[in-house]
């Protein structure tokens, strides 16, 4: 292979060695390691001054103790779940809003496209913080969903979103729309529409045509959308800390609280350690959709 | 032993026709798309809408298969008025241009899906299944995917899933385009072979005039959402009824001038100063100093180096131009009134004996009944 093919490879590899793999070895070490009254709060640290024999005793007094921590805690395996669950609801409840305005943005006009297209990217401009912090005007109890909704008179009594799951989902839902829309869309943008009108000749009816010709053919979509969605979801920690409440068990936010309030890194970082693994798994499954698709497409 | 009887349902003032078009008209916004159509289409008839891109053939085709409605006018199939009629609830089923194949399902199961959706029981829809990958003899690819297969093959696989429903009347969108010329010519007997095995009517789109003389019972020449003629093949060809329909069907000369009444049916043609006129019948009744246009093809038009004698009309001119197309040649041959006319021969001797060249003076000559003479 010739120099030039090697140092092209070579640049990304560079880049995820620098950006991912070292900082994960810091982490996965401070992981191994005690907690202790001192800056940085962890031993031992690794001194290069002692030589051999200091490498030797720093490897020695490594250990796994932090993760049989996390074992004999229910709060840990229970935020995972409760993560993963919220996670899963919030992917769903985005595929149901999302695959609607995907559709409608395939099948508007050509011309209409690029604008729609820019509608959807456009709420990125602005600071996310911004826009979470304002879904909680919206939703509190004098905000302005629950104001309209008692003018309206559909409720009497102003409901109580903000706080709960629900402002969680809907905090979600809201912030990762875009990374469900644009993946399906891309695969219903592609579709030949006399397919459809192939299926109706056949004898289907609109609604048939579209469960047995649009949903199968924009799958491919459907689940880069879902990974997407449900991959960051799970090690969300500034929407469920500001729109959810106390009762809102997710590991990002046990994962703050570790580090920045008890101050214990070791246990942190076992957590995040372990958070990494589970992810593992569905971002195996996204690349492996990713490279079928591909496949199918030759 | 008796003669087999003809295929002409169109002759017969008994026979009931399978669609019947009835003044209609197709408006999108304020464009015109189809312009005041009748026309009669019979019972296994294979017909032909043919005409160049944007004619009004397609509409004309979706509107059979409900994918358009009629601005004004009836649409009978069966004589019964289709308008209200969804297209999934016709008992018509089309080709699509594109294939339209569903890519995530398997060979088999396109052929399948308008079987599955009558809710047939699963064996009657695998036995019907295997039945027409035998006939489009895709048996072996069943199982493969429509990426997997080759484009002729797609389009035997479109074929047996419009098929599959045994519609009443099979519709056909510039079936063959997609294919080589090779391909195309072996899929047209193809087709023309399935269409008289299932006894279905069809009723294909193309502007590909070879294809249409090729496989149709009658052909319709369209143009600006009107027809302009519908009839036989060959007498689109031998008499055409326009300057359109002659000029759009193969190649042709074409020639004005004034008429001038001779005996019977026959005319003279004044069709250049000094030259004489060209002798030519007509069975219309013209008067005197028509304006007419005289065709006649280039097949019919010999050459020889001596003025014939025993044809009616001779004119000398000078080889401008010769196109080889190896089984025939077309020479353009140039008057001296500066008309350019094309005469073919088939090459049945070898190239390098041919008899005549570039700038050799010739004879171009023809008969009394050879050409015809038009109005517009």
Known sequence: ?298 | MTAPVEFAPWADPDAEPLIRFQGVTKRFGTFTAIDDIDLDIYPREFFALLGPSGCGKTTLMRMLAGFETPSEGRIRLDGKDIAAVPPNKRATNMMFQSYALFPHLSVADNIAFGLRRDKLPKDAIRARTDEMLALVQLGPFAARKPHQISGGQRQRVALARALAKAPKLLLLDEPLGALDRKLREETQFELMDIQEKTGTTFVIVTHDQEEAMTVASRVAVMDHGKLIQVATPDSIYETPNSTYVADFIGDVNIIQGAVTPEDGDRYSIHWAEGEAPITATCADKLEIGTRVFFAIRPEKVAISTERPVDRGNAVRGRVLDIAYLGNISTYHVELPTGHVIKAQTANTRRIARRDYTWEDQLWLSWTDTAGVVLTR
């Open chain 1, 1 to 298: 292979m010739d120099i030039r093919r090697i140092a092209l490879i070579l640049v990304p590899y560079l880049w995820l060695l620098a950006l991912f793999l070292v900082p994960f070895l810091i982490v996965l070490k401070i992981a191994l390691s005690d907690t202790a009254l001192a800056i940085p709060p962890y031993t031992p640290t690794l001194d290069f001054g002692a030589g051999w024999a200091g490498l030797k005793a720093f490897f020695a007094d490594l250990d796994i103790e932090n993760f049989a921590f996390l074992t004999t805690d229910d709060l840990y395996w229970r935020a995972y779940l409760s993560s993963v669950k919220i996670a899963a609801i919030s992917t769903l409840l985005t595929l149901i809003v999302g695959y609607p305005f995907a559709y409608a943005m395939a099948r508007a006009d050509e011309t209409w496209r690029p604008t729609l297209l820019m509608l959807v990217i456009l709420p990125f401009w602005t600071s996310f913080l911004i826009r979470v912090y304002s879904w909680m005007g919206i939703l509190s109890q004098e905000g302005y969903l629950n104001q309209l909704l008692l003018w309206t008179g559909l409720i009497s009594e102003p409901l109580t979103i903000l706080n709960t799951n629900w402002a969680v989902y809907i905090g979600i839902v809201y912030t990762y729309l875009p990374f469900m829309v644009l993946p399906i869309y891309a695969t219903l943008e592609r579709m030949d529409v006399s397919l459809l009108e192939a299926a109706e000749d056949l004898g289907c009816s609109k609604i048939s045509a579209f469960w047995l010709i649009t949903v199968p053919l924009s799958k491919a979509g459907i689940i880069a959308g879902s990974f997407l969605v449900f991959i960051p979801t799970i090690g969300e920690f500034v929407i469920p800390s500001l729109l959810g409440g106390s009762r809102t068990l997710m590991i990002g936010k046990v994962l703050w609280e570790e580090f920045f309030s008890n101050r214990d890194w070791p246990v942190a970082s076992a957590v995040a350690v372990i958070l990494l693994l589970i992810l593992v798994i569905p971002i195996i499954l996204f690349q492996r959709n990713e490279q079928k698709q591909r496949e199918a497409e030759g």
